[in-house]
């Protein structure tokens, strides 16, 4: 299993203002229906558009969720739901991954959603986001306690794996071409890039 380590992105600064908004007002504005029929995902007090998924990025979610339901349960895997961020993020973030594998369900979940720290691998599929999943997404990931974080880049086909958090970022970061094999960390099975990217269209 071939692995070459890259560094972490570094997170570009906006030089222009914007309004920020907290979970607050994003709970007020989907009462007053402003976001119906919308999808989005707070990160970082922005909201981020998460209609208008192609089919691609669809078919990718379908064959990571196949493969890692084919040995964990079921229930712990979860397709776009949320997570929660670390305490010091939780006013302006509340991600909502493509997938995330809960190192178990439980029963107060039907009441919170699962912090960090109970989520074993997070997944995020990318296109045209890739420099955002790597940046700050990464960061939102590793202080709230992630312990694996995966970025399947389908425009460059491969797969940059994080492990092992500081709390601030992951401190082990590995690029995987299609031809190379993965496994979640301390698990058995292992599954090739190839395997996980929808077919090249001629």
């Known amino acids: 299993m071939a692995a070459t380590p890259v560094l972490p992105a570094q997170v570009s600064s906006d030089a222009l203002s914007r309004k920020r908004f907290t979970r ?3 709970d007020r504005l989907t009462e007053a229906g402003v976001f ?3 999808r ?3 990160i970082d007090g922005d909201l981020i558009d998460k209609m208008g998924r192609n089919p691609p990025h669809a078919s990718a979610i379908r064959r990571v969720s196949k493969w890692l339901r084919s040995f964990l349960a079921d229930d712990q895997v979860q397709v776009q739901l949320p ?5 010091e993020d939780r006013e302006r973030s509340l991600p909502e991954p493509d997938l995330a ?3 178990e369900l439980k029963p107060d979940h039907e009441r919170r959603h699962p912090s960090g720290h109970e989520v074993v691998l997070v997944v995020e599929v990318a296109e045209s986001s890739a420099a955002f999943d790597l940046s700050r997404k990464a960061i939102l ?9 995966w970025v399947l880049d389908l425009t460059r086909r491969m797969l940059v794996v994080h492990r092992q ?3 601030e970022q992951y401190r082990h970061i590995h690029l995987y071409a299609e031809g190379d094999t993965v496994s979640v960390e301390n698990c058995t099975e292992s599954v090739r890039v190839k395997d996980l990217l929808p077919e090249e269209t001629a």
């Open 36 to 38: 119906e029929g919308q």
């Open 83 to 87: 997570i929660e961020a670390a305490c």
């Open 141 to 149: 990931y590793a202080k709230a306690g992630v312990r694996e974080y």
């Open 165 to 167: 958090t500081d709390g």
């Open 101 to 103: 594998v809960l190192a």
């Open 24 to 26: 607050d007002d994003v």
């Open 40 to 42: 989005y995902e707070l």
